[in-house]
């Protein structure tokens, strides 16, 4: 199996490069079960064990490897098994907060960062274009993605049941600033090719959204079309040997990969200050107007808020939404990893501003 088609990149090559261990090679976590990975690694697919060292140094729940994670490990010559002895560092990462044992969140009680995916370039956000759609839960995916270091593309699904989907997608656009939107129906796969820029060789994708979206007809449909066209050649596939066991981490026949963890599925909302600013940009340039720098917005004089809000220039629902997340975030609150996560969102938004260039120009 080819290293760089699962993600392999010159990041994770140099972190490699530095263990002391040469003869380590690296691998790519499908699936965790009971202290055994499932890994893809160039010696095919194997099973490993995390090092007794690798155990003893681990510093808690986040230092121990999650699917779609790089592990260098040593193989056991004439077994199928292998020994994990480093986890190298993350790209991106997808986390939620777990509550240890006597702690309640937002009481000071001990929370823990249990890290759901890792190493993840795109975060489809898909919503159902019929009665389930809302964009106050847009906000809050949109808030998640960028927090996770990762590029967030929007996918309105379902469009065979919208008859307005041009005003649909322009009231998405109003609240996601500029991050992709593609409209499309799993059932009869209309759309779906335009996915395929995102799920080229290399490039990994997490597929969120409330349950009943599509994400599985969606997922199902990129695997199956492309499985049809490439049948002969995955005769020869070592990959078909192992399907008994559920993989987590699926590679798409386009040479992508997918991400779906029951975790993920159920995501809780993980976030800080950068998600927050990002998507209630326009909230925040009206706060930043208030005469009191610790203006709540709740009735001071003077705040900028309440009168966008009084003049209609601020909607009082996206307000009301932008409160709600304040408190939550509140509680989750985290200060691990701020700068690495600040430096991702920084990036992002120099991708989405040379994007808009490049629409401006009509590259796209
Ligand atoms: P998930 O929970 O997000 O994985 O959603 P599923 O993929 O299980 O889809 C939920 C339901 O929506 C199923 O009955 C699908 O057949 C249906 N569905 C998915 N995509 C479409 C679509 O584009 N149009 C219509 N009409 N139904 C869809
Ligand atoms: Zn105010």
Not at 148 to 153: D, K, L, Q
Not at 333 to 346: D, E, T, W, Y
Request: with cysteine; aromatic share 6%; hydrophobic share 35%.
């Amino acid at each position: 199996m080819d290293m760089e088609t699962l993600g392999w990149n010159s990041f994770f090559q140099q972190h490699l490069d530095q263990l002391s261990d040469k003869e380590a090679i690296p691998g790519r976590i499908i699936r965790e079960s009971k202290n055994l990975y499932q890994v893809y690694s160039e010696e095919g697919e194997l099973m490993a064990e995390i090092s007794g060292k690798m155990r003893y140094e681990a510093q808690d729940a986040s230092t121990f490897p999650t699917v779609g994670d790089w592990v260098a490990l040593k193989t056991r010559p004439g077994e199928d098994r292998a020994t994990i002895i480093n986890l190298l560092p993350r790209q991106s990462k997808f986390s939620r907060k777990a509550v240890l044992s006597g702690g309640v969140p937002g009481s000071g009680g001990k929370t823990e960062e249990q890290v759901l995916a890792a190493n993840i370039d795109t975060v489809f956000l898909v919503s159902g274009l019929d009665h389930d759609f809302n964009l106050r839960r847009i906000e809050r995916y949109l808030s998640i993605a960028w927090d996770c270091g990762a590029a967030p593309v929007i996918i309105l699904n379902k469009a065979d049941l919208c008859d307005d989907i041009d005003s649909r997608r322009a009231e998405v656009e109003e609240v996601a600033f500029g991050v992709p939107l593609h409209t499309v129906s799993a059932l009869d796969k209309t759309g779906l090719v335009s996915l395929e820029e995102y799920l080229m060789p290399g490039k990994t994708s997490v597929f969120l959204g409330s349950s009943g979206v599509g994400k599985s007809t969606i997922i199902n449909s990129l695997t199956g079309i492309e499985l049809l066209k490439t049948a002969p050649l995955r005769e020869s596939d070592q990959r078909g040997k192992h399907t008994t066991t559920h993989r987590e981490l699926i590679l798409l026949p386009s040479g992508g990969a997918v991400i779906d963890t029951p975790g993920l599925r159920e995501i809780q909302i993980w976030l800080d200050n950068e998600g927050m600013e990002n998507t209630f940009r326009d909230v925040m340039e009206f706060a930043e107007q208030c005469r009191f720098r610790d203006c709540s917005h709740s009735n001071e004089p003077g705040c900028a808020v309440l009168g966008a809000i009084e003049t209609g220039d601020l909607d009082e629902d996206r307000f009301q939404s932008y409160l709600k997340l304040q408190l939550e975030m509140r509680h989750l609150s985290i200060r691990q990893n701020v700068k690495a996560r600040r430096q991702a969102s920084k990036n992002f938004q120099k991708k989405i501003r040379r994007i808009q260039e490049e629409r401006k120009k009509g590259l796209r």
